[in-house]
């Protein structure tokens, strides 16, 4: 069988978590490749909320498995914070239902200092990160001096932590930066403890063997123009977001995967820093926020927004081979009279899609719109989601 990712093509926060979650309920397995905490994939269903920052978005289908693969980069501590109130809310036996690769490496307390740490130093010209040490954890596995999830198990885990930890205290001294490298050092092991509830995997091993009868379905998290290689450097996050991070970061060969699905809004959004073309700074900007909520999952930042890019889209279509696109809050246009994505003006439609089911109720000007877009794209539009409930969802 196959591997099918789903992947975000713009700065991040296009909806996957409502896509994963529709797509869910075909796949036995859902796999989380890349990025860590930084994520925030909000689902809605049954009048209930939750925002996933590691947790695969498989985790509310009865009968998945979710994996957090090789390429992740997992903090315990917001791992178990997550984890225990997901089983609270929902009485759902997170530990049974997620297993964890062992060669995913870990973010320390200290990780997490040290992003804050690099930010302030860069002032102006700083990242915007999500504060979250991504990018000083994967520094540590690229220069190998990382921690795994697999090494919990050792006897000597302790003095490695304590090892690495120097290393950043050294690190923050040199940079200045005034904190408490020890705060957290009990609710680090703590977590750590609780991290070995889980079963610790060989993910290439499993996710080969899974594949041999089962589909399975890797879940991006972030979007292609964040990605460390394609995407807008340095405004990146330090992982590879494009599709091929799903075979390095599950362990599994190009030759294996399927669809690739990509997510892209009807329109843009970035939070941080970095270049945006499309970004409106007047009060459509301001409208398209407030309509579409963007305000962000994991920081509470207000989201900068402007229309949609077709150019780079197409670019991100291209890096990922994207077969199927996916278009996201296509509500949040209802009320605007013109669209302009960059040189195209549209004609809005100026009526409530929320209530659309199907592809005949859709108004005419909405079906223009997105056939100059498939036209332009190459790539056929195969859900068109209206509402951020699991049921808004057209299938094409
Ligand atoms: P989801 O999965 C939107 C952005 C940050 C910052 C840059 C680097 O919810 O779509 P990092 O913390 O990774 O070092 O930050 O990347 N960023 C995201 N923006 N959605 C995300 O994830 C993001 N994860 C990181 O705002 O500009
Ligand atoms: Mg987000």
């Not at 040189?343 to 005949?360: A, M, N, P, Q």
């Not at 409930?389 to 094409?396: F, G, H, S």
Request: aromatic letters at 8%; a negative charge; hydrophobic letters at 40%.
């Amino acid at each position: 069988m196959k591997l099918d990712v789903v992947l975000g093509l713009q700065w991040g926060d296009e909806g996957k978590g409502k896509i994963v979650d529709v797509l869910a309920g075909n796949y036995p397995v859902v796999a989380r490749f890349q990025g860590g905490p930084n994520a925030g994939h909000s689902l809605h269903f049954d009048g209930k909320s939750f925002v996933l920052r590691s947790v695969p978005s498989g985790i509310f289908r009865d009968d998945a498995m979710n994996i957090v693969g090789n390429g992740v980069v997992l903090d315990p501590i917001t791992f178990k914070g997550e984890c225990e109130n997901i089983a609270e809310k929902t009485g759902i036996p997170v530990t049974k239902r997620i297993v964890i690769a062992k060669k995913a490496h870990l973010i320390l307390p200290t990780h997490r200092l040290l992003d804050a740490a690099n930010e302030a130093a860069m002032g102006k010209g700083k990242i915007g990160s999500t504060l979250k040490g991504i990018g000083p954890t994967y520094t540590d596995k690229i220069s190998r001096h990382g921690l795994r999830v697999g090494d919990i198990l050792a006897a000597d885990f302790a003095d490695r932590y304590a090892r690495l930890q120097n290393r950043h205290i050294t690190l923050l001294n040199q940079m200045g930066f005034e904190c408490d490298p020890h705060a957290e050092d009990e609710a680090f092991m703590e977590a750590v403890n609780y991290l070995k509830q889980f079963e610790l995997v060989d993910c290439e091993y499993y996710v080969n063997e899974t594949l041999k009868t089962k589909g399975m379905l890797a879940e991006g998290a972030q979007g292609s123009m964040l990605d460390i290689d394609y995407g807008s450097y340095p405004f990146v996050t330090s992982s590879t977001t494009s599709c091929s991070g799903a075979c390095v970061g599950l362990g599994v060969s190009p030759q294996k995967i399927g669809h690739v699905y990509g997510i892209f809004k009807a329109y843009c959004t970035r939070v941080g820093s970095g270049p945006f073309p499309t970004e409106l700074f007047d009060e459509t900007g301001e409208e398209l926020r407030r309509i579409g909520h963007e305000f962000g999952a994991v920081t509470g930042r207000p989201r900068r927004c402007g229309w949609l890019d077709l150019v780079a889209l197409k670019y991100a279509v291209m890096i990922s081979g994207v077969t199927d696109l996916i278009m996201m809050k296509s509500d949040c246009l209802d009320t605007f009279a013109d669209i302009q994505p960059v040189y195209t003006e549209f004609k809005g439609w100026k009526s409530d899609l929320t209530h659309c089911r199907t592809e005949e109720e859709l108004p005419q000007e909405f079906r223009d719109y997105i056939a100059f877009m498939e036209n332009f794209l190459e790539v056929p539009i195969k859900i068109i989601s209206v509402g951020p409930d699991r049921e808004a969802t057209i299938m094409r």
